[in-house]
């Protein structure tokens, strides 16, 4: 009964670890990466559409992103979608291309991405807490209902806590990462 409880808690915490992963990797460091556009929309007939669905990008070396869309006639509107972007950076168009430039960030913008990323690894952990806490609720209700022990569910207390004490270290682990990442000249 109870180990039902723990695949779900564990698979609630994988995905808002792959979360935090995801949304890490968007954030902008001194180096280019194609995950920085994932965010970014292009307005394709009528509809706003995800980048990589209208060009490839990639990465000549790490300063500069190459962004050829699969019509050229689009090149304006993805010049304009990164412009309106939260990520600060200017592209530079011609008649195939879109370069994107990736300018060395400054040590004030480093230490407040650094804030910024602390405070997006600190709010994945408050959802884990909550997963944990929805886990332990469900395993005295089973006790409530006299479908687990009091051990068990003491037990089973404990093996959530464990899920969630593994899942914080992973959450410490790419905030590191990330902030070594983004401190680096």
Known sequence: MAKQIFAETEEKMKKTLEALHKELAAIRTGKATTSLLDGVKV??????VPLSQVASV??????LLVIQPWEKNLIP???????????????????????LPIPPLTEERRKNLVKHVKKIAEESKIALRNIRRDGNEALKKKEKDKEISEDDSRKGVEQVQ????????????????????????
């Open 43 to 48: 307005e394709y007939y009528g509809s706003m």
């Open 58 to 63: 990639s990465v000549p070396d790490y300063k």
């Open 77 to 99: 509107e993805i010049a304009r979608a990164i412009q309106k972007s939260d990520l600060g950076l200017n592209p530079i168009t011609d008649a195939n291309v879109v370069r």
């Open 162 to 185: 464990k899920i969630l004490d593994k899942y914080i270290e992973m959450t410490d682990e790419f905030l590191k990462k990330k902030e070594a990442e983004i401190m680096e000249v």
